[in-house]
């Protein structure tokens, strides 16, 4: 589909454009321009237009007055959409869809199909009122279904009737790795039935967005991006534990509820090694959304490992930050992209994306597996560290590490590759803010690095201290309370700041009479918080 872009405004009449995917052109009053406009607020090279998956990407070329976006000044390359205005000087640029061709004989009919396929009857499953339609999977068709007994709406999957021997044994084959994975993170299984004349699995009925639809809106920060890439990666270790490959890991996949619970869904293409039985997929069946399965997957999808999905992650991450995925284009130059072509950077195309988050996402879209991390659980620990990095207030806002005296050796981990990390102003060893997920993450990332010394909290819901010694929770108080609850309270609060100070090596550790796993904790709070969004 092409884009129309209409300028208008001083110095040109009303020059119309018809793009195409792919195509790019300047703006400005200089001679390389390929729209020239005659106006001495306009810079000779102003701004740069291309048309990516149906979106205009426009730049600003560092022009002396500015590139406007539906009134607000460019500060980042941004996509525009039919209906956007861009503003150069005194002209305006209407970005405009072609007109979509009259639909053919061959249309009306598809159409036609599709209506009577939404008024036919719903099935009938005993033990549960079917409501109505609530999507359409790869490989059977899910419903909106209330149990007889009552309680919490569940999402039915239905294997169509006279599906294939094959195609039963993929439906089951994904029923049974649900099963098996009991995490906040991943979608949960609750029934199963597996009769000659009904096959379905029950599931949680989530209430939330996909990771795909929340994109289309605008692209995602950094912070937001971390924060869902953490959660994911925790998913995938837990699945890789039990030898499933997800194989279909993609923006549409992920699905964000409230509360800011991430959860992989679409299990239709896993790969399970504990699996009984022969080989499902062959060599010429695509498995997964080309622009988001790995070399080797593009090549050969039943000989992957775990390391695919990583690959996966990446592009959906990519795409998160930027809006786009790694690779566009028709199927064929996708293709021949996914298995030649080196992975664009994201900062390339949206400059303030994190260099952490950047170099994460470049090292998991590597060609060869052995080039990206190995194992969920070393990506997991990348984008930890990361976030906790993302946290911090800016560097103009506090000291800097390190400046004007020693070093808190518990900064090692957030000084070994960016110096200018700061420090609190009150000497801790790192800080910052957090409003979602972040302090649960930091609370974890001191566990893993059996850190000791205290954290301080402060928020509108709780303010105090929670003791660390070589990682576990040894003691907690709060203005209202002390102990347990109190580190409860704490590392439960929405938003806030808090700041670590670290014990130098040597000093006295903490003492307390608590002996609590942050792990632990943060996982009961994942599942209160997963609980509490779904129907």
């Not at 499953?125 to 899910?142: A, D, K, N, Q, S």
């Not at 990771?211 to 953490?230: C, D, F, M, Q, Y």
């Amino acid at each position: 589909m092409s884009l129309i872009v209409r300028v208008l405004g001083t110095g040109t009449e009303s020059d119309v454009r018809q793009l195409g995917a792919g195509q790019r052109f300047i703006i400005g009053r200089g001679p390389e321009a390929e729209i020239r406009i005659n106006d001495p607020r306009i810079s000779r090279r102003h701004c740069q237009l291309e048309v990516i998956e149906g979106c205009l990407l426009v730049r600003d070329l560092d022009s002396r007055n500015g590139t406007w976006w539906n009134g607000d000044r460019l500060a980042r390359p941004i996509f525009a959409r039919p209906g956007d205005q861009i503003g150069v000087g005194d002209a305006h640029i209407l970005v405009e869809r072609e007109p979509e061709p009259a639909p053919s004989k061959d249309d009306t009919a598809i159409l036609r199909t599709k209506i009577r396929e939404a008024k036919l009857p719903l099935p009938d499953v005993p033990g549960y009122e079917i409501l109505g339609r609530y999507g359409e999977g790869e490989t059977g068709h899910v419903y909106r279904a209330k149990p007889a007994g009552g309680g919490k709406h569940r999402a039915l999957k239905l294997l169509p009737k006279g599906a294939s021997d094959r195609a039963r044994d993929r439906f089951m084959r994904a029923a049974n790795a649900l099963g098996r994975l009991d995490h906040p993170n991943v979608v949960r299984i609750v029934d199963v039935c597996d009769e000659p004349s009904l096959t379905y699995y029950a599931m949680e009925l989530l209430n939330g967005t996909t990771l795909k639809e929340k994109v289309s809106k605008e692209p995602l920060g950094t912070r937001e991006v971390l924060a869902i890439g953490v959660q994911i990666a925790r998913a995938l270790k837990i699945a890789h534990r039990e030898e499933i490959v997800h194989r279909d890991l993609a923006p549409q996949h992920i699905m964000v509820i409230p509360g800011g619970v991430a959860k992989v869904v679409g299990f239709s293409f896993v790969k399970d090694a504990s699996a009984k039985g022969s080989e499902l997929t062959p060599l010429d069946e695509m498995v997964g959304e080309l622009s988001f399965v790995s070399p080797e997957q593009a090549q050969n999808p039943s000989d992957v490992d775990h390391r695919s999905d990583l690959y996966s992650l990446g592009a959906t991450l990519f795409h998160a930050v930027t809006g786009l995925p790694p690779f566009t284009g028709g199927t064929l130059l996708v293709l021949r992209k996914v298995l030649i072509e080196p992975a664009p950077r994201a900062r390339a195309l949206i400059p303030d994306v994190s260099p952490a988050l950047d170099d994460i996402i470049a090292k998991l879209l590597e060609k060869a597996p052995d080039d990206r991390f190995q194992t969920a659980e070393e990506l997991e620990r990348a984008l930890e560290k990361a976030l906790l990095a993302a946290c911090r207030p800016p560097s103009s806002e506090m000291p800097v590490a390190n400046r004007g005296g020693r070093k808190s050796a518990d900064a090692d981990w957030l000084t070994s590759t960016d110096t200018s990390l700061p420090l609190a102003p009150t000497g801790a060893a790192f800080a910052g803010g957090f409003s979602g997920h972040e302090l649960l993450e930091v609370v974890q990332f001191l566990e893993f690095h059996e850190k000791s010394g205290r954290l301080v909290v402060r928020s509108e819901a709780a303010a105090g201290e929670v003791h660390f010694r070589d990682g576990a929770i040894v003691a907690a108080s709060s203005s209202e309370a002390d102990g347990e609850i109190a580190a409860w309270n704490l590392i439960q609060a929405p938003r806030g700041a808090f700041e670590f100070h670290g014990i130098e090596d040597g000093g006295p550790k903490p003492e307390g009479g608590l002996s609590l796993k942050p792990s632990s904790l943060a996982l009961e709070l994942m599942r209160q918080r997963d609980d509490a969004g779904r129907d």
